[in-house]
């Protein structure tokens, strides 16, 4: 076989599936999700409980939810940067807490940190949602960093997901 019919098909054999090896490249890391699970057990355990079900009518689950599977976690950093308080719709049903509902870790947790538990909550429980990274959270702190209040769903619905 002539070089350059080689290198043909080596470029139509082989090109196709180096997308699908970068597609891989997104998935969590062992690590960030071993720092992330660490992070949850020391901080979210506690109302969200080791299973992700929350506790009802008190603590909302993460199992399966529809803000921790958002397509873009823009809406969660948040809510664990400054906290979140106030009824929410989740999985289109209501869930009202006599508690706020997310008290604010962004003073106590580093952006990494913050990556590392969102990578993990969103990859557990029956969550499957791109991985987060330290600069998505260090971009969201800096554009953020006046807030002093916690997060309505009123207000942080207003910031896309898509």
Known sequence: MKTSLKHFLAAVCVLPFTSLIHAQDAAPSAESITRGQTVYMQVCFACHQPTGLGLPGMFPPLASSDWVAAKKPDRIIRMVLHGFTGPITLNGKPFASPAPLMPPQGAALSDTQIA????????SFGNK???????EVKAIREAEKARTAMWTEAEISKIPTE
């Open 116 to 123: 590392d538990v969102l990578t993990y909550v969103r990859n």
């Open 129 to 135: 949602a791109s991985v987060v990274t330290a600069d």
